[in-house]
């Protein structure tokens, strides 16, 4: 499976790694950063091939390299309302656009908050073709008492929405005690 994680804006950056960390190690992973994101030389992975934003030729801009899912963690309102209205000006944009062209599964986790109607208006669009909106918004329910448990409940939610088996966190359960 051939995943790309983009990682957009600088605020929220840790999720991103993190997402990348906890993955199976049987997924490729291809990784672009903006010049806003931090830099991400914490990630000693044999899986990631690191591409530059402004490379918008490389091998992930095709359709034809056949990436399965495309997520961009976090992503900043810039990069969300280029995607929306299909500005392909780097390499984030561009996959974005691929991914929507050729009807991949894309992930975008937008971290701004609160939400200004122009953003909300851009999320909607871009939900209405079938790219997952999913802000890392945490579930009390899995009663996190650690950073490091909301962190993983929120990445298990996105691994869960991407089809990526996990056991990141506790799962609802149903049962009284």
Request: with cysteine; net charge negative.
């Amino acid at each position: 499976m051939k995943l790309v994680v983009a990682i957009s804006g600088a605020s929220g950056v840790e999720l991103g790694i993190k997402f990348i960390q906890l993955l199976p190690q049987t997924i490729e992973v291809h990784l672009i950063h903006t010049d806003h994101a931090l830099s991400v030389h914490q990630l000693e992975r044999n899986n990631v091939t690191l591409h530059a934003n402004h490379d918008i030729g490389a091998s992930i801009a095709s359709g034809s390299f056949q990436v399965d899912m495309t997520v961009i963690i976090p992503c900043s309102m810039n990069t969300l309302a280029k995607i929306a209205y299909g500005i392909a000006d780097n390499l984030v944009t561009r996959v974005a656009s691929v991914a929507i062209k050729e009807q991949k599964k894309l992930l975008l986790a937008p971290r701004e908050m609160p939400f200004s109607p122009i953003a909300l208006e851009n999320m909607l669009k871009l939900s209405r073709l079938n790219v997952i909106i999913a802000p890392p918004v945490m579930g009390y329910y899995a009663q996190s008492d650690t950073l490091d448990a909301m962190e993983r409940f929120i990445i298990g939610k996105w691994y869960d929405l991407l089809g990526i088996p996990n056991n990141l966190y506790e799962r609802w359960n149903n049962q009284h005690d």
